[in-house]
Structure formats: C-alpha cells, structure tokens
C-alpha cells in the first residue's frame, strides 16, 4: 500500500489534524515524526470535539495504530494528561493503539522551565514560545544530553544517567537564570509518578513500521506546524526547533527507508500566524478582527489571538516546494464567505522589486505586500459537497490560488466536521 504525509504548507494551524482524521479511512498507521505538544490539532467526528497536542490524529479511528516517533519532544506528563482528557471522552488508548518510539528523547521538566526563564530574560525581545520546553528539549537533543525512553527500561542506568544530566544543568539554572536546582528526590518523583506510566507503550517503532510495511500496510506521517515553521528552511529564527518537512518524517518516525507517495499539504483559504515574526500580508484593525472572529482563530494549546491576513501567494508556493506536496487540501473556505472581496498577496515588493520568490528571511521585513482582490460569493457553502455545486466566484478563486502555487487543490473544505469535504 501506498504512504503519505499530511503537512502544513504555511505558518501551522491550517487543518492538518482535521484532513488526517478524514483521510486515515484509508491508513493503517498514522505516526507523528516531529515536534511536542506545543500546538494543538482541532478534530471535531462523531465522537466529539478534540484537541490533541501530542497524540496523533489518527488516535479517534478504531482499528489505526498510532505510532510516536523518534523525532517526536515526548514530554511524559503532559502525554499523560493528554491521554487522560481523550479517555474522559470515552476513547481507548492502549499499547495495541499507541507506540512511542523507545528512541524518543525525553522532554524533563528543566525543558520547561528553561523555556519560561529565557523568555523571561528575552523581555520585549521574545520569540512568543508556547514555553513547553521545545527549544531547550531540541537543543539538548543536538548534544546528546537528553534520556530516551527506552532507557525506562533500565531503570539502574537511567537513574545515573538523569543525576549526570540535572549535575550539568543544575550549573546553568542556578548560575545563568538564578533558579531552583533538581534534586536527586524530585527526579525520582518524576520517573515514578510519570515515566513509569508510559512505559507499557514503549517499544521499536522502526521494527514495527517496516514490518507492518511487508505485510501491505499504509502508512500516513503527521506533521506539527507547517513549511515557514520548518527549522531549516522557515522563517529563521521564528521557526520551531524540529523539521516539520515531510521529507524528515521517515527520520522522525524510526523508519528512515520509509517511501511517502503522496504529500498532502495543507493549505487554509486565508493566512494566519501565531506568535512573533514577520507576517508579510497581515491584516490589522477591523478587518482583522472580524476574520479573526469568523474564522475563530484562536490558538488550541494557548488560546492566543491568532495573527491574520489575506492567502500569501509567495509564502504558499515556497511552502509547496519545501514540503515537495503532491496535493493540496484547502482549508476554511467557508470562512471567506462573508467577504464582499477576497484580498490575495499575489506578489511581494522587496526593496522596490516586484517577486514571486520568498525572500531570504533577513529580507522579509524590507517586503510589503501587492494585494489583488476577487469577487466574494457572499452565501453560505459549508453544506456544499459536490465542486460543481460550488459559486463561480469559489471556483475562481480556487482554481487561481492552484494555479498560483503550481500544484493540484484536491480537497476543499468548508467546514471542520469531517463530512464538510469536497473532493475533486
Ligand atoms: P492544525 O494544527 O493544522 O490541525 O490546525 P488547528 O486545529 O490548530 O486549526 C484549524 C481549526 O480550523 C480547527 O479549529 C478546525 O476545527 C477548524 N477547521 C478545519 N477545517 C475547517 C474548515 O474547512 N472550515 C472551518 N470553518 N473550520 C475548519
């Protein structure tokens, strides 16, 4: 069976979670290959209203493994939290539907804190961090001073392992930010009362991935954040600290030989930004309001006022070619319909010349938008299924916007319920 990955082509937030709720009728897998839980997936089915973190999305399907992968920050309390509120809703989670990788890093409560205390010390310079500890927890991925959850598995040496670790971070807590050290007797409050409890999902996700790949299964790579967030090729230093590209989900899943046949990328019908960074087609004032409004663009995991602006053209194609997307499911169009006229970002002007190209990110704040607009079809089309069903003037602007970014719109969605879907 064929494999895809559902990715964000833009900032994040554009409806990944509720396209792979849709789309996993047809997978047997759904891994997450990257990022923690510092962003939320809204999913609203059948069996209720959602926000999953961590978890991925496949988690309300009967019948798909979820796997976390090796990318993946796993933050072992929050994870338990998360499972707890989705059990509350009447969902299984057991190690026959989830797997965590037992090469994942483990996020500690030192990553959190150091998150909180440098945004503290950043003041009016911050980066808006969810303060979940991602940076800090990715950086000491990157010089191998993080425990892996399958050393759960050999309690002996993880103790020692976790005292060699809080002896060196201890140096900066108290030292740089002034802060509380970890103690032998909290560490161990921590393994208990948390790792302990994840331990029974624990295992060789790569084993269990190529095999489940011998024997015909599908597999689908949910991505966290979308192309601009990528920490290669976004819009540094605003990016996040994992690579959110499709091309890192067979790394981040455990299975580097993994194929991925389709790339699904998601796109939403308008842009939006949460946190710092430049925002080329931002939109303020009343304007923004009122979309924002319509559009409830307000963050899962913070409830932060999202940042919104009109579809950026240049933002969109080079997110479609980082991610190397095959297809595109657009997201939220209904929310344009109150819209006399749909503004687009068709191109950027940067330092007095016309482009099409995304510009280095130095470059982002010397660009300004060129604004088009078209024809708003003014009704109600969250019940519309059939693309022909659709007013001319959604059809227009879909079928620019497709021809703009240079790949095909295959799914259009007008509402977050899993059935709002037309498919072309
Ligand atoms: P993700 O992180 O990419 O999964 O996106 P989020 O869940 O953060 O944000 C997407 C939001 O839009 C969620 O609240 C979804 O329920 C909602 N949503 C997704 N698709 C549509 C759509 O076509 N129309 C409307 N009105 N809402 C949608």
């Not at 990944?16 to 939320?40: C, F, H, P, S």
């Not at 927890?137 to 993080?146: A, E, M, N």
């Not at 090729?233 to 959110?244: D, E, R």
């Amino acid at each position: 069976m064929s494999n895809c990955a559902v990715v964000g082509i833009n900032w994040g937030d554009e409806g990944k979670g509720r396209m792979v709720d849709l789309l996993t009728e047809n997978y047997d897998i759904v891994v997450r290959y990257q990022g923690g839980g510092n962003a939320g997936h809204t999913v609203i089915n059948e069996k209720g209203k959602f926000a999953l973190h961590l978890l991925p999305s496949g988690i309300l399907r009967d019948g798909v493994v979820n796997v976390l992968g090796n990318g993946v920050a796993l933050d072992p309390q929050n994870l338990l939290e998360e499972i707890r509120q989705v059990e509350e809703k009447g969902i299984k989670i057991t190690p026959d539907n989830l797997k965590i990788s037992d090469r994942a890093s483990l996020l500690m409560p030192w990553h959190r804190d150091l998150d909180e205390l440098e945004e503290r010390r950043l003041a009016d310079k911050k980066f808006g961090s969810t303060k979940q500890g991602i940076a800090p927890f990715y950086s000491d991925k990157y010089q191998k001073k993080t425990v892996l959850a399958g050393e759960i598995n050999y309690p002996e040496e993880m103790k020692q392992h976790l005292l060699d670790l809080a002896e060196w971070k201890n140096l900066t807590l108290t030292r740089v930010y002034e802060s509380k050290e970890y103690t032998e007797a909290m560490l161990d409050e921590w393994v208990n009362q948390y790792c302990a409890k994840i331990r029974p999902f624990i295992c060789d996700t790569g084993k269990f991935l190529k095999k489940a790949q011998m024997s015909g299964k599908s597999i689908m790579f949910e991505a966290q954040l979308g192309s601009l967030r990528d920490l290669d090729y976004g819009i540094h230093p605003f990016t996040t600290s994992s690579n959110t590209s499709a091309a890192y989900a067979p790394i981040g899943s455990g299975f580097p030989g993994a194929k991925i046949n389709d790339v699904i990328g998601v796109v939403k019908a308008y842009s939006t930004c949460v946190g710092e960074g430049p925002f080329v087609s931002e939109m303020f004032g009343e304007e923004a309001d009122r979309l924002r409004e319509e559009g409830g663009e307000y963050g899962a995991k913070t409830g932060r006022p999202r940042r919104v602006g009109a579809l950026d053209i240049v933002a969109t194609k080079y997110g479609v070619e980082v991610q190397a997307a095959t297809a595109i499911a657009l997201t939220k169009l209904d929310v344009l319909s109150y819209m006399e006229k749909i503004p687009v970002c068709s191109h950027y002007i940067t330092n007095g010349v016309k482009t099409e190209d995304f510009p280095f990110p130095t470059a982002l704040k010397d660009s300004v938008p060129v604004i088009e607009y078209f024809e708003g079809w003014k009704c109600d089309i969250s019940k519309v299924t059939k693309w022909e069903d659709l007013p001319k003037q959604a059809r227009d602007y879909v079928e620019y916007i497709e021809k703009a970014i240079d790949c095909p719109i295959k799914y259009v969605s007008v509402g977050p319920e899993r059935e709002s879907i037309i498919i072309r």
